[in-house]
């Protein structure tokens, strides 16, 4: 039974691995293009006398996903750790809310913890199996938020050359903000894109900038913005200083790539420590199934079951830590 069960849930993520491989590369690249496409012509099209004054107030506040208890995000909202998983969110890319986020972790925490159930029959491995669930959206957010700020970094330097060219055009700093808001992609130019709008709006530059740091959790970032407003209160040549910015951020980037080699073994070695026993046990449930089963049926199979999941996870992270060298 518990070899039936365990072939059908490998099955299902098997198919939905391949599944959503296929349609992520046939279908969403051109529906996420013809939906950025339809957004820029409906605003292209949409003449500025039919906004009423209202409309005109609506239009420039900002708007926040809802999700399916609103009542919910309102409330969490106005705490902390509400306004720091908001945050979170926004900085991942992805477009959900926190209640959205909080239900789905539920519902997660109860079909793991389920599944947990079945399989090592200890009422500790309901809640043990169902942590590990209800963690899996936070790790999710915690991977595109990372995805994402990696993916700022590496593209920053080329929006710091053009607002350089187009200070040395003879253009302003607000048109140079425009030009990599209306020039680069996602995630850079949507976050230029509000830097602009903000201060275009009538909020001081200052202002502005401090949002930017906020929304980009970056040292660059501070960096670009701190040397924005010195130049402003001191004077100098703004345009020089971003291109040493610039050729700073590519040097790092280049030693981070090097460093990323010299521990690509200690990497390797932990994601072979983690998946070998994994691999293993199932290989032993097709060779010798009644002697894996003693893992699920005893008791003291089923504690070592746990403490091994544990030991796995506590060594990967470990690892995962020694090879970590910030640059």
Request: hydrophobic residues 50%; glycine residues 8%.
């Amino acid at each position: 039974m518990v070899l039936l069960i365990l072939v059908g849930i490998a099955f299902l993520v098997g198919f939905g691995i391949v599944f959503g491989s296929y349609f992520g590369a046939t279908k969403m690249p051109g529906m996420v293009l013809q939906r950025k496409l339809d957004q820029r012509l409906q605003e292209i099209s949409m003449p500025e006398e039919v906004l009423s004054p209202d409309n005109r107030d609506q239009a420039l506040r900002k708007t926040v996903a809802s999700g399916m208890l609103p009542a919910f995000d309102k409330i969490v909202g106005a705490t902390a750790k509400g306004t720091k998983l908001s945050a979170w969110i926004e900085q991942s890319g992805v477009k959900t809310s926190v209640s959205t986020v909080l239900l789905f972790s539920l519902c997660l925490f109860a079909v793991f913890g389920f599944i947990g159930l079945r399989l090592v029959r200890l009422p500790i491995a309901f809640f043990v199996v169902g942590a590990l669930g209800f963690a899996l959206p936070y790790v999710f957010l915690n991977w595109k938020r990372g995805k994402r700020l990696n993916k700022f970094e590496e593209e920053f330097p080329e929006a710091l050359d053009l607002i350089a060219r187009a200070l040395k055009a003879g253009h302003a700093f607000v048109t140079g903000l425009k030009m990599v808001a209306d020039e680069m992609s996602d995630p850079v130019g949507p976050e230029f894109r509000k830097t602009f709008d903000e201060q275009n709006f009538g909020l001081p530059l200052k202002d502005a900038l401090d949002n930017f740091t906020t929304r980009v959790p970056s040292l660059d970032v501070r960096f670009f913005s701190t040397a924005v407003l010195i130049q402003r209160e001191t004077g100098g040549n703004l345009s020089e200083i971003l291109e040493t910015l610039a050729h700073v951020v590519r040097e790092r980037f280049k030693i981070l790539r090097q460093v990323r080699v010299h521990t690509a073994h200690g990497r390797l070695t932990g994601y072979v420590l983690l998946a070998l026993p994994a691999v293993l046990s199932i290989a032993l449930m097709f060779i010798n199934p009644d002697h894996m089963n003693m893992l699920f049926r005893e008791r003291m199979g089923q504690i070592l079951l746990m403490v091994a999941i544990g030991m796995q996870i506590a060594g990967y992270i470990w690892i995962k830590q020694v090879v970590k060298i910030e640059v």
